[in-house]
């Protein structure tokens, strides 16, 4: 059995995937960057809004609503900066990897048949969102193993969306020093959300967050 993390992209962005796949299987002679640097970039805001801007409307308090608005924006704009920094102007043969590990590792699809933007998950991160999905019920809530879970589902995120990424990109030493230090900043910006915020819903809250987190996560 089989766990994949994955949102359904827009229109805007799964043309821009077919696309791409367009122009490389059939050599055009065109610069393949501006096209790869968008992507990513769109990538980047549809990912946020999936997990952190929908989900705002989940938090029923009008405070904790404002302080992941707060969040939400230290996330998009570290991200942003990020992005800006990493893709550059790259030959046509230094984008290549860039689209293969999209192809195949950041683009399936799901049991209907429908695009999803994401990837696998390895045994333990899934059975660890899993359990803590489970944990959260109507009745009762083990917050410990949802934190972990939620921790889980982060990181895998983070780690695949920009360290492993980062890794198909060709880039100077200054650069590739800067992606632990976004990488950083972004996962503390997710853990200030997920310590200080979430532990205090109410339990039917909670459910309504594992509720909209829950459908990110197939088994094929």
Avoid at 41 to 58: A, K, S, T, Y
Avoid at 137 to 153: I, Q
Wanted: charged share 25%; aromatic share 8%; proline share 5%.
């Amino acid at each position: 059995m089989t766990y994949y993390f994955g949102f359904e992209p827009t229109e805007k962005l799964a043309d821009m995937i077919f696309e791409a796949e367009h122009i490389i299987s059939s050599g055009k002679d065109e610069p393949y960057y501006p096209l790869r640097n968008d992507i990513a970039q769109q990538i980047g805001r549809e990912l946020i809004d999936n997990m952190l801007v929908n989900l705002i409307n989940v938090i029923p308090d009008p405070e904790r609503q404002e302080k992941m608005r707060g969040i939400v924006v230290k996330i998009e704009g570290a991200t942003e900066t990020m992005l800006n920094i990493l893709l550059g102007k790259d030959k046509n043969k230094e984008v290549l990897p860039n689209f293969e590990y999209m192809k195949n590792e950041t683009v399936f699809e799901d049991n209907a048949g429908n695009m999803r933007v994401g990837f696998k998950l390895n045994e333990a991160t899934a059975k660890t969102i899993l359990e803590g999905f489970d944990a959260t019920t109507p009745d009762s809530v083990d917050k410990e193993k949802l934190v972990e879970a939620l921790f889980a589902m982060n990181h895998a995120v983070v780690d695949h969306f920009i360290t492993r990424f980062s890794e198909t990109l060709p880039l100077g030493l200054i650069k590739r020093k800067s992606v632990p230090v976004a990488k950083a900043g972004i996962n503390k910006a997710l853990e200030v959300a997920i310590n200080k915020l979430f532990p205090q819903l109410p339990n039917q809250s909670l459910n309504r967050l594992v509720n909209f987190y829950r459908p990110f996560i197939i088994e094929k």
